[in-house]
């Protein structure tokens, strides 16, 4: 099981790009990196997912360097509404796809 | 496309009680996952179920217990409430089983 350390926060300004590194040193080879959003009060939300390399989508992009030892999560230009908590997860290689969900980085969007 | 949801949204209930919570997943998805999530922590998988048949289980004891049906609707079912097991409680569904999931709003549950 590769466990995945995040900050606990993080404070930026509107229009600022933001980026949210994880760490997942035991990171299997078949794992694939994903990122969810969560608001207050509701269930989380899928971001992007991963395995090397770089994705992107229009919401986010995902770095993951060679290594996969770590990957950083960059949201581009925030706004007020992107203030909520991000939580990196790996996937887990057997069969059943569960999220195991660490507990997440705050992001604070200020005006 | 409908999305995910869940009822009721609000639940108080006694410990010792029994409690069901219920989930619809989304369209055309046959996975259906449960999480509970304690105030300030993430969400802990409980279980899953795939086409009908439970298909993973987290780190809860046996008085959690599931049911997935023919419609991919499901239940999650708690027996002899305990105060710690008020929580917001999860639902997340997904085409086949995959790391992309998509959350219901939940169901906060509140044992007194």
Redesign the interface.
Known sequence: LAKTTQPISMDSYEGQEVNITCSHNNIATND?I?WYQQFP??????II?GYKTKVTNEVASLFIPADRKSSTLSLPRVSLSDTAVY?C?V?EV???????????TRLLVRP | ETG?TQSPTHLIKTRGQQVTLRCSSQSGHN?V?W?QQALG?????IF?YYREEE??R?NFPPRFSGLQFPNYSSELNVNALELDDSA?Y???S?LQ??????????T?LTVT
């Open positions: 694939y994903t009060s509701q269930g989380p939300r899928f997912q939580y997860l996937g057997d069969s059943s796809y569960k999220l195991i969900f660490g507990s997440g | 995910v996975t996952s999480y922590q993430g969400p802990q998988f899953q298909n993973g987290g917001l999860l639902c997340a997904s089983l995959a790391l992309e999931q998509y959350f219901g709003p939940g906060r």
